[in-house]
Nanobody, 120 residues
């Protein structure tokens, strides 16, 4: 059984940075795309960023492009989301996801989330 566990959330002032991590266990993630989603209070879950099998392709929501960076380490089945220039609009619970190549995220695995609060 695959488990994804996020860490690194917390409270930060506007303009600050956080680095979220996602650790996968139960199987190798070498054949899984990995991504990050977020859900703000009262809003639907939205896509944030995704990365291909070997760091060769990355994808970002327009709202985070240029501020967030996604990466992965297949050797230890982890991914990260480096978040810079945070604003209150980034406040949300952030979820890590892993999906087999060619499938929808809903067919993959999800973590339980880590909360990020951006506030002065």
């Amino acid at each position: 059984q695959v488990q994804l566990v996020e860490s690194g959330g917390g409270t930060v002032i506007p303009g600050g940075s956080l680095r979220l991590s996602c650790a996968a266990s139960g199987r190798t993630m070498n054949n899984f795309g990995m991504g990050w989603f977020r859900q703000a209070p009262g809003k639907e879950r939205e896509f944030v960023a995704a990365i291909g099998l070997a760091n060769e392709h990355t994808y970002y929501a327009d709202s985070v492009k240029g501020r967030f960076t996604i990466g992965r380490n297949n050797a230890n089945s982890t991914s990260y989301l480096q978040m810079n220039g945070l604003s209150p609009e980034d406040t949300a619970t952030y979820y890590c996801a892993a999906s087999p190549v060619g499938t929808d995220w809903s067919d993959g695995y999800w973590g339980r989330g880590t909360q990020v609060i951006v506030s002065s």
